[in-house]
């Protein structure tokens, strides 16, 4: 059974930082890995798609890479700023065709 | 495109009452996706349906719980009868499994409470 765990919980940084969130899971064979970005009350955006076969996704001021062999993908925010704040959830596909989501990382960025 | 649909944002009602929440998927995306998300669980997968036909409930916490897809631009989640546990945001989420590295598209969520 897949888990997944992300890590740090919680984050709280002044803007321009780059910043690290960390996502591993325990089943690594996986198709692909989607990072999303939750905002409070809000449903979840889509933020970065990378294919089992991929060492690094970009989009922007992020970058996503994944070690699959390892179980471990990161999220990289280049010069964060108060609009990054939301919570960031990552979830690892694999052949049932399931997402299966870790616990976020929640980020607040201040100014 | 406009998106997954989910019908209503918000939902209040009753225990022991019948709550439906509905879901209209992307055109063309063939696999669709129900979750539960709490504060203490998480989000969860409840079930999810592949050319309209389910494929896995294993998620689905008991028989108060059911899920239909009667064609390819609609679902619906029942839960009769409701209970205070149930009180979650439920999403829909779809996906075209026509590319295997395609992604997840989400709706905004329905928001339960149960009272």
């Known amino acids: 059974k897949q888990e997944v765990t992300q890590i740090p919980a919680a984050l709280s940084v002044p803007e321009g930082e780059n910043l690290v969130l960390n996502c591993s899971f325990t089943?690594?064979?996986?198709?692909?890995l989607q990072w999303f970005r939750q905002d409070p009350g809000k449903g979840l955006t889509s933020l970065l798609l990378i294919q089992s076969s991929q060492r690094e996704q970009t989009s922007g001021r992020l970058n996503a890479s994944l070690d699959k062999s390892s179980g471990r993908s990161t999220l990289y925010i280049a010069a964060s700023q108060p609009g990054d704040s939301a919570t960031y959830l990552c979830?690892?596909?694999?052949?049932?065709?399931?997402?299966?989501f870790g616990t976020g990382t929640r980020l607040q960025v201040f100014p | 495109d406009a998106g997954v649909i989910q019908s209503p944002r918000h939902e209040v009602t009753e225990m022991g009452q019948e709550v439906t929440l509905r879901c209209k998927p992307i055109s063309g995306h063939n696999s669709l996706f129900w979750y539960r998300q709490t504060m203490m669980r998480g989000l969860e997968l409840l079930i999810y349906f592949n050319n309209n036909v389910p494929i896995d409930d294993s998620g689905m916490p008991e028989d108060r719980f059911s899920a239909k897809m009667p064609n390819a631009s609609f679902s619906t989640l029942k839960i009769q009868p409701s209970e205070p546990r149930d009180s979650a945001v439920y999403f829909c989420a779809s996906r075209w499994t026509g590319v295997s590295g395609l992604g997840y598209t989400f709706g905004s969520g329905t928001r339960l409470t149960v009272v």
């Open positions: 089943d690594s064979a996986i198709y692909n």
């Open positions: 979830a690892p596909r694999g052949n049932t065709d399931k997402l299966i």
